[in-house]
């Protein structure tokens, strides 16, 4: 009950397509849906996040859709960059105590 | 957001020895906690830093193998006790940042134990 699963464990995206990270968790006390970007060397950054009561999220070129009916959340990553190749966790969790993701590798190909 | 120092970045101590990973922040927060990320794996959650009580920990994690201190609110440690090999690993610190929860990560320490 205590897994977040994400989906695909690595992703390959041309220059200016769409990057789209899948996650699926089980606890439904969980409350807020974090995504972070880590890039080698690097402690995780925080992204974009989501709480349940909203379907959708988006600042600038990340956008979270949240389905809590399927306890289903996702990262699209719109016009996609080379300098957006890191490797991305989402994250599922309340009070502060998270639990992560395997991590998807994305790729952007120039 | 909140500027979060650790200290050392990397390591590479002798299996057996300990050794103690420093946390600072820039500014007062009510919750510190310590993530563990193995080589290419995901963070997973170690321990919760209370200040001025003993820290929580996971499922897994104990507090001989990892004792923990936070003498205020802007400081904490990490001790990895007795290492080995397979404490090789990031060591992360995190912080909450304001009344939106948001969680925020220090640069990590590299540890290697040889």
């Known amino acids: 009950q205590q897994q977040v699963k994400q989906s695909p464990q690595s992703l390959i995206v041309q220059k200016g397509g769409i990057s789209i990270i899948n996650c699926a968790y089980e606890n439904t006390a969980f409350d807020y849906f974090p995504w972070y970007q880590q890039f080698p060397g690097k402690g995780p950054a925080l992204l974009i996040a989501?709480?349940?009561?909203?379907s959708e999220k988006k600042e600038g070129r990340f956008t979270i859709s949240f389905n809590k009916s399927a306890k289903q959340f996702s990262l699209h990553i719109m016009d996609s960059q080379p300098g957006d190749s890191a490797t991305y966790f989402c994250a599922a969790g309340t009070q502060m105590k998270y639990i992560f993701g395997t991590g998807t590798r994305l790729k952007v190909l120039a | 957001s909140a500027v979060i120092s650790q200290k050392p970045s990397r390591d590479i101590c002798q299996r057996g020895t300990s050794l103690t990973i420093q946390c600072q922040v820039d500014s007062q927060v009510t919750m510190m906690f310590w993530y563990r990320q193995q080589p290419g794996q995901s963070l997973t959650l170690i321990a919760t830093a209370n200040q001025g009580s003993e820290a929580t920990y996971e499922s897994g994690f104990v507090i001989d193998k990892f004792p923990i201190s936070r003498p205020n609110l802007t400081f904490s440690t990490l001790t990895v006790s007795n290492m080995s090999p397979e404490d090789s690993s990031i060591y992360l610190c995190?912080?909450?940042?304001?009344?939106?929860?948001?969680?925020?990560f220090g640069q990590g320490t590299r540890l290697t134990v040889v």
């Open positions: 989501i709480r349940p009561d909203v």
């Open positions: 995190s912080v909450e940042v304001g009344m939106n929860t948001e969680a925020f």
